[in-house]
């Protein structure tokens, strides 16, 4: 006979709160997103840089 594992113990305040719901994928243009933020980021500072 195997031992069951023992299911963790949340925190009081934890088991409170509702469960949540999966939390959704990102989405396909996550990287686009990421290389335009990362673009203006760089254009800013090195504009600024040059004022």
Do not use: E, G
Not at 19 to 25: G, I, M, T, Y
Request: glycine fraction near 0%; aromatic fraction near 16%.
């Amino acid at each position: 006979m195997k031992p069951q594992p023992i299911a963790p113990r949340r925190h009081p305040f934890r088991a409170s709160l509702p469960k949540l719901a999966r939390v959704p994928l990102s989405s396909d243009d996550s990287d686009l997103k990421l290389f335009a933020v990362s673009f203006t980021a760089f254009f800013v500072c090195f504009y600024t840089f040059l004022l």
